[in-house]
């Protein structure tokens, strides 16, 4: 398991942990003096293999033993995600963030059950974030998930150039195929790093005015075969076969 600290935290030789990294390291997991532990700073992504010194009931202070530059995939993906019901879209942050996904951009569209404003809002990215830290920690990643803001339909094709490809998940697309598009970026023989984005539609799927919005943004409509994939079902499966194909997973 890794855990994460910001670089105030990381002075000379030590690193102090505190708040509620405390408690699951002492009470849950039950680590003692002398044991090691690994962290990863926030803020530069280096590794740290430490040493506990010293428990209390407030902090824990770690001697360094060895530090790590963390090495990053050259696969950017960020998926926008049509808002879901919330089990739906921790489930969707917690495996998204296991595969290594970098963001998830929760987008408002017209066949989104869920609605959220405000204080809402906020508590829920809030929280949503905390779950992808700690799916972070549980996978040893050395970044963490990003959930953002919720945006609009009209905020994701602006988006739509920041990538270097991106894939809308439609399931009235008959033609193209994600294998098709995989094919397509490794033609193009890009060595450096890759970024791409997929989109997907909440339980209701996507509308046809929407596709074509961000069709004629650059999106790239596709279709995963025969069968239709539930909304938390296909972002997982996207990022599966994309970070096989063209990032980390399988060496």
């Not at 790093?193 to 074509?212: D, Q």
Request: glycine share 4%.
């Amino acid at each position: 398991m890794n855990f994460f600290v910001d670089k105030e935290q990381v002075i000379e030789e030590y690193i102090y942990i505190n708040g509620m990294d405390v408690n699951h390291i002492k009470n849950v997991l039950r680590y003692k003096e002398n044991d090691e532990l690994n962290i990863v700073c926030r803020s530069n992504n280096i590794n740290y293999k430490v040493k506990i010194e010293d428990i209390s009931n407030e902090k824990i202070k770690c001697k360094i033993l060895d530090k790590i530059q963390s090495k990053e995939s050259n696969l950017i993906i960020d998926i926008y995600q049509g808002l879901p019901k919330a089990d739906k879209m921790e489930l969707i942050i917690q495996k998204c963030s296991e595969l290594g996904v970098s963001r998830i951009v929760p987008v408002n569209m017209k066949r989104c059950v869920v609605n959220l404003q405000g204080k809402d809002e906020k508590k829920k990215i809030d929280r949503w974030n905390k779950i992808a830290e700690v799916a972070a920690k549980q996978s040893l990643r050395s970044d963490i998930l990003e959930v953002t803001n919720i945006f609009e339909i009209k905020d994701v094709c602006e988006s739509v150039n920041n990538y270097d490809i991106v894939l809308v998940a439609y399931e009235n697309e008959n033609d193209n195929f994600i294998k098709r598009e995989i094919e397509n970026v490794k033609k193009k023989n890009i060595n450096s790093k890759l970024k791409i984005a997929v989109i997907i539609g909440p339980e209701g799927g996507i509308e046809e005015k929407e596709v074509s919005e961000l069709i004629n943004s650059g999106a790239k409509s596709i279709s995963l075969g025969n069968r239709v994939l539930r909304t938390e079902t296909a972002p997982i499966v996207i990022s599966s076969i994309l970070m096989y194909e063209l990032g980390d997973i399988g060496g």
